[in-house]
């Protein structure tokens, strides 16, 4: 049998971009981690994406509290921008939600 390093994969469904940039900017691995990720989970024709702090934290294996420094961080030099999910319950109130 032989061996093939590269088995044929679609170009489209398996890779995204990466700019080459990000690791000029000073991140931390963590930072760059997290900013691939989001790279993958993004729709390509909107460039928006909707993971939770919940998933990405499963994903990289590290805690929630720790996503959110790191997403900070990404928001502060302007890489990502944050957009809250809000509920309206029964009674009409606003409840920030956070999962």
Avoid: H
């Avoid at 981690?33 to 390509?44: P, Q, T």
């Amino acid at each position: 049998m032989k061996y093939n390093p590269y088995p044929k994969r679609d170009a489209i469904k398996n890779y995204f971009p990466m700019p080459n940039e990000i690791f000029n900017l000073g991140l931390r691995a963590g930072e760059i981690a997290l900013y691939a990720f989001l790279l993958k989970c993004e729709d390509r024709k909107t460039f928006k994406c909707w993971p939770s702090y919940k998933t990405i934290s499963k994903a990289l294996n590290i805690t929630k509290n720790t996503v959110k420094a790191y997403v900070d961080k990404l928001c502060e030099k302007q890489l990502i921008t944050v957009e809250y999910t809000y509920i309206f319950t029964k009674d009409g109130k606003k409840r920030n939600v956070v999962v």
